[in-house]
Every structure is written in structure tokens, then in C-alpha cells.
């Protein structure tokens, strides 16, 4: 009897061990995934100098802000190497800040950026593999909401354009929308059949023109630049199959 009581916490040992060893099972065709997380976008940013009416204001320019915002994934696996996966999330908030002769103004204002976007991936190793390491090419749809100009800014382009005689013209602003491709790559550790852990990184070359009209009373000015965005979007998230 004791012997046989002895042997019951080898067996016991013998079937964790055995648990950890077996395949996980996970990223195979016909699955589907959700993954829900973080996205952070880093900008490679800088702009082209301000045009009132064409003429342009020496030594203007504008940065934008590194920003952050929740993301929802969802992937569907083709075969057991190939998937492709759709990306939404809140629109973040890009805040634009004056340089150089704008410098003073501070912030110029805020947009909301909507970019669904659709990547296709390819997964190295195979279904029962614990890390999946990927590669991905996809493209995405860039458009904005919610324009608004810092009232500092809107009284500092009234006196340019009213050469000193006005602060007090109000204007408009509008962001270009475009297509835009996104090169990506990541990789998956599986904890079990079901969930995983996701990191991936990618770079999306983005550039869009700002259109700001100014209402004077001999009618609308018009200001353009063009900003470049350019970034580099790394999304840690955790993920679920079914």
C-alpha cells in the first residue's frame, strides 16, 4: 500500500510535465481571432512652409504630437500560414503645435484621424508552435473629424492675412483624406490553444494637405501646407481564438 502511495506523486509530476510539453494548437486554417490593445503611434513628421493665397509666410512650419489609442483586431487564417486581418480602433487625437515663426501660437489645433485598414500576413512555424513570428503587407484608408483651430492661432493668421488691422476673422480647416500602404511585422506567443499575446510594428507613409480658409470681408482667403505623418505604429494586444 505504501508503495503504491508512493508512486502517486510521480504520476502526478509525469502529467504536468506532459501537459507542458503538448502542442498548443493555435493559428491554424479556419480559425478566427479578436485581439483587443494598445496602439501608439510614433510620427516621423514635418511640413511644408505656410501659403496664404500662394505667398508663403517665411519660416513657418508645424509638428504634430506622438499620440496613443484603444485597437480591436480580428484575423482570419486561410490556411495555417496565411491570414488576413482588419484593424479598428478609436480615432486618435493629433495635436498640431506651431515652429518656427508659428512658434508662438502654441498649439495650432486638434483632429481625430480614422484609419481602418486591412493587412495581409504570412505566419512562419507551424499551428502547434508557441512563437509565431509574421510578416505583413496591407493598406489603409486615412480620413479626419473633429478639425478645430486654437483660437490663438486663428487671431495670429487674421493679423498676417489683415496685415495688423484684424484679429478678429474666423477660419476653417481641412484635412485631406488618401490611400496609404502599411508594410508589417510581429509575432504571437501562444499561452494555450485559446489565448496569445501579440506584438507587431508598422510603418505607414502618410501625408496629407492642410486647407484653411479665412472669411475676410472682400471674401475667403485661402492658407495650404502639407504635413507629413509617416508612422510607425507598434500595437501590443491580447488575443483570443474561437
Request: net charge positive.
Amino acid at each position: 500500500m505504501k508503495k503504491q502511495f508512493s508512486v502517486l506523486p510521480k504520476l502526478a509530476a509525469l502529467s504536468v510535465l506532459a501537459a507542458f510539453a503538448a502542442p498548443v494548437m493555435a493559428q491554424q486554417a479556419g480559425d478566427n481571432l479578436v485581439n483587443v490593445g494598445w496602439f501608439h503611434l510614433k510620427l516621423q513628421d514635418s511640413s511644408e512652409t505656410l501659403r496664404i493665397n500662394g505667398n508663403p509666410v517665411p519660416g513657418s512650419g508645424a509638428g504634430v504630437k506622438d499620440t496613443d489609442t484603444l485597437g480591436v483586431q480580428l484575423t482570419h487564417f486561410f490556411t495555417d500560414n496565411i491570414a488576413l486581418s482588419t484593424d479598428l480602433g478609436l480615432p486618435p487625437k493629433f495635436k498640431l503645435n506651431g515652429e518656427g515663426t508659428l512658434s508662438g501660437v502654441g498649439q495650432i489645433g486638434t483632429a481625430k484621424q480614422w484609419s481602418p485598414a486591412v493587412v495581409a500576413k504570412y505566419y512562419f512555424g507551424e499551428p502547434t508552435s508557441q512563437f509565431r513570428p509574421y510578416l505583413g503587407a496591407g493598406v489603409t484608408y486615412v480620413w479626419y473629424s473633429d478639425i478645430k483651430l486654437n483660437d490663438s492661432f486663428q487671431q495670429s493668421l487674421s493679423g498676417i492675412i489683415s496685415r495688423g488691422t484684424s484679429r478678429g476673422l474666423k477660419t476653417s480647416a481641412d484635412l485631406s483624406s488618401s490611400w496609404a500602404p502599411i508594410a508589417n511585422v510581429g509575432v504571437v506567443y501562444n499561452f494555450d490553444k485559446n489565448w496569445s499575446a501579440n506584438f507587431s510594428l508598422s510603418y505607414v507613409p502618410l501625408k496629407t494637405k492642410a486647407d484653411l480658409t479665412t472669411q475676410t470681408p472682400v471674401g475667403p482667403v485661402h492658407s495650404t501646407t502639407k504635413l507629413t505623418l509617416n508612422p510607425v505604429v507598434t500595437f501590443l494586444s491580447v488575443g483570443y481564438r474561437f
